[in-house]
């Protein structure tokens, strides 16, 4: 069965500073992922999704950016962080087309003071 | 535009009751519909689906029913227990796209 892995768990920055969040996925090959954020009253927002290696549909357009370096990685980042970046990030992998689920990973609590 | 919408921000029912998550959609298109579960500090688990040929689908304590006319759906969870307490999350998505689309989530209190 398909695992995701993210890390770290929590996460505080400075405003204005750099974020680099990483998910791998265990169990299965060439997923669907996705970087989805829920924020205060907000519901899950789609931020980014990715169908292979090197290929990102960006949902939200702010100031995050995401990656697929290879084909069970998937990282969100940023150059410099705002207070609004603030929120629990999840990452999100699937084997679409199929109907089939997506498995969440735990998430990453970001403060960003 | 929100294609995916949960009105009841909160409902609390008492243990052994049946609690009834509600969900519309605006997207005719969508024919895959998902129930999540969250608890605090984690990421969602799946619960259900139902596909747009179906109107009902069951597993276990949890049903899940589609008015696709009203373009509406609804999990049905019974008898309802204590660890039922969660942010219930409702997502639909179109079989050949590859996004989900998820509400805002209800908090449901099972109440002793």
């Known amino acids: 069965s398909q695992t995701i892995h993210q890390w770290p768990a929590t996460l505080v920055q400075p405003v204005g500073s750099p974020l680099s969040l990483e998910c791998t996925v265990e169990?299965?090959?060439?997923?669907?992922l996705y970087w989805y954020r829920q924020a205060a009253g907000r519901g899950l927002q789609l931020l980014f999704y990715s169908v292979g290696i090197g290929q990102i549909s960006s949902e939200v357009p702010q100031n995050l950016s995401a990656s697929r370096p290879q084909d069970r990685q998937f990282i969100l980042s940023s150059k410099k962080l705002l207070l609004s970046d603030s929120g629990f990030y999840l990452c999100?992998?699937?084997?679409?087309?199929?109907?089939?689920?997506?498995?969440f990973g735990n998430g990453t609590r970001l403060t960003v003071t | 535009d929100q294609q995916v919408k949960q009105n009841s921000p909160s409902l609390s029912v008492q243990e052994g009751r049946i609690s009834i998550l509600n969900c519309d959609y605006t997207?005719?298109?969508?024919?895959?519909f998902l129930w999540y579960k969250k608890y605090p500090a984690e990421g969602p688990t799946f619960l259900i689906s139902i596909s747009s040929i179906k109107d009902k689908n069951e597993d276990g304590r949890f049903t899940v029913f589609l008015n696709k006319s009203a373009k509406h759906l609804s999990l049905h969870i019974v008898p309802s227990q204590p660890g039922d307490s969660a942010v219930y999350f409702c997502?639909?998505?179109?079989?050949?796209?590859?996004?989900?689309?998820f509400g805002k989530g209800t908090r449901l209190h099972i109440l002793p």
């Open positions: 997207n005719s298109m969508f024919d895959y």
């Open positions: 999100a992998g699937g084997l679409w087309g199929n109907n089939s689920p997506l498995h």
């Open positions: 997502a639909a998505s179109m079989n050949r796209d590859d996004k989900i689309i």
């Open positions: 169990g299965t090959s060439n997923p669907n």
